[in-house]
């Protein structure tokens, strides 16, 4: 058997806009990957411990709420106190530019928006996780 | 990948990154991962393993939530394996299983790991069973499994199972019928779930019925419990069916003739695929196979035709010459 890529879609906030999730979820496993969705409203707390049991390689965070920088900071947090660094964040949603230089410089690897070709963000993942540089 | 003593020495001290790391080495049967498999064979076989199976959307996940926090609240260290197919074209899934799971989620006894069957040839009910040993090992006393009831991989891991529970749902005695072989023999526990729902007598019924099919056993009467897992509703009830199994299994012996079985069973099944895996190497490697495969092909050569003659070479070439 082989090494598949594995992704936590998560959706923290507590909106309900999970198409842009779910698009992203069915166009990875269209891609091959394994892809974890946890469903709406998921603490960071959630996520980060649902990304440890089941060892993913990324984490692909979805909002459209407006919480971005907080609820991605969180997560920052949460794996660097977990000391783990081997896990790559990205994500997408309804995200301002002068925010995403924020979230890049906290360690976000990459931001999605809106119309983004699902296929640019499999290539992307492809070619970011450690996987797949293996 | 080498062996790494202290990823299981870490998951010893209950480490939760390397107990996710050790299951994906195994599921993912990398290399070596046999020896990950006998370092924690020593700590194996004090857990529990519960079956839960039954069609997609009958409400498995939601049962596994609510039994798990009824576990977790007894104080007992509690896992969940959830097995989700994979889609055969690409091998890839979505694996949605942990929606359902609320509040329990950070409980510190507690650990979910979802597993997609990936298509693969074989080898799903093979590595879940192992996934099983490893949560065994990391010293969960109680570990729920849930697969959708279809397909023999399932039911060979619900036979990896101490006790097997059977969900199912108003409105389905179709689906009952259908899961008739082998489902039915295999369930210690029925359930009909989403009992707030219509046509909840007649699905009784009929389970009812179906159930006086099964062998007579004056020691163990399977019961038949109506549930409504999104409310909480039955799954006390569902708990106390399980302990009642195991007091059963327990006084009555089956419980170490089942486990003996299981583990020979599994020894069987790994020692098939590594059978499988090394004579096809061997043969893909024959000076005519690649001639064979594509007579086979184009028509030219029957399968049976085809496998009588590479069935001769195995003999001939493969197994006379390693006999010698
Ligand atoms: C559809 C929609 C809804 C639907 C949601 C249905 C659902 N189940 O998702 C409904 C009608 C329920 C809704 C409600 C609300 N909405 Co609304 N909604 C939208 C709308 C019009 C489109 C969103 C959408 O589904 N797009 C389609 C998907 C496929 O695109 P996407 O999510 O952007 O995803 C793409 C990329 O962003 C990226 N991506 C997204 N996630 C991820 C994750 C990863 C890992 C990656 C790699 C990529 C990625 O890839 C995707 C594909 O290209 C947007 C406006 C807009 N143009 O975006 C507003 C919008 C998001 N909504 C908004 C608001 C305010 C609301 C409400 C609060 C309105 C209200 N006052 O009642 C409520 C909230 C109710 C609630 N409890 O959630 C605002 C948010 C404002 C903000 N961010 O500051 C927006 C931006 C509208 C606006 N301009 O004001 N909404
Ligand atoms: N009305 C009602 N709905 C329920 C009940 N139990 C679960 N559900 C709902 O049924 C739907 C499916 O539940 P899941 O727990 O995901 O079912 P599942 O069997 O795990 O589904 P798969 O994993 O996809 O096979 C969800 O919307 C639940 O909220 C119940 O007792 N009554
Ligand atoms: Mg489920």
Redesign the interface.
Known sequence: ????IKVLIAKPGLDGHDRGAKVV??A????????????LRQTP??IV??A????VDAIGVSILSGAHNHCFSEIMNLLKH?S?DDIMVFGGGIIPEDDVAYLKSIGVAEVFGPGTPTDDTVKFVKANVRKGNE | MSFDASLVGRFLKGDKRACARIISIIEDRRRGYEEYMEALQPHVGSAYIVGITGPPGVGKSTLINRLAAEYLHAGCSTGVIAVDPSSPFTGGAVLGDRIRIGEIALDPKFYFRSLSSRGSLGGLSEAAVDVIRVMDAFKKEIILVETVGTGQNEVDVMRACDTTVVVTMPGTGDDIQAQKAGILEIGNIFVINKADRDGCERTLRELQSMLMMNPLNDKYETPIILAKSNIGEGIAEIKAAVDKHRIYLETSGWFSVNRAERNARAFKNIMNLKIIDEINRRLSRAENYEEIESQVKNGALSPHRASVQLMEYIEKKILHHSAE
């Not at chain 1, 058997?1 to 598949?4: F, G, N, V």
């Open positions: 058997m082989s090494e598949k979820a069915r990875f496993r269209d891609a091959g990957f394994e892809v974890i969705y946890t469903g707390e959630q411990n649902a440890i049991e089941e060892d977990n783990i």
